[in-house]
């Protein structure tokens, strides 16, 4: 029984090993999804002076495959990758003492728009390399044997798991998140609060 269960096994691995020869050059294509913002006001006090903007990155991965049939099965390989990478939702906090449209509340809001700015620049000024590491990532993705066509969409996703797995897209988000942090203390440095006081003296 061991010796069958190698066997298989051995097998399994040399048709892998058959399908190297079919792998492909990805095409890679990225967009940023489109961006929306919602402006709430928790029961829960907050700092007066500031509100406060939760964002939503995503990281959406379609891949095409290509499959070959081969003797006693088929290799699937990866075609191609359409990337949706970005920043599709902004929630923006402001203190409920704040009256809608007042003075007061549209300055805080002012300031929270520059954080969405904040992280919209990020996306854009990282473009180029978004791209190069989801292109590194899907050309590192070798091709999957399967023995029956009924494997096909299986395989599929093995490829589509390497490929979100693989440490250059890691790599990636980290340097999203930790360029998004830098952006937004910026923003906060760059502050000036004497408008939002003085409206509050106003209102």
Known sequence: MFFATVCGLFSLSAF???????????????????????????????????????????????IVGDTTSIEDGFCVSLKSVQATVGYNDFLVKIDSRHIPDSCAYNAVLSHEDEHIRAYLSVIDDYNDKIKSAIYSAANSVMPVFVSDESEIDSAL???????????????????????????????????????????????
């Not at 029961?43 to 379609?62: R, S």
């Open 16 to 62: 892998a090993d058959d399908c190297l020869s079919y792998k492909l050059n990805p095409n890679v294509e990225v967009k940023s999804p489109s961006w929306s913002k919602e402006v709430v006001q928790p029961l829960k006090p907050m700092d007066l002076l500031h509100g406060d903007v939760v964002a939503t990155l995503i990281e959406n991965y379609e």
């Open 157 to 203: 996703d093995i490829l589509n798991k390497r490929l979100q797995e693989h440490p250059d897209l890691i790599l990636m988000n980290q340097k999203i998140q930790a360029e998004q942090e830098i952006r937004n203390k910026r923003v906060d440095q760059n502050s000036n609060n004497d408008r939002i006081k003085q409206c509050m003296i106003k209102d």
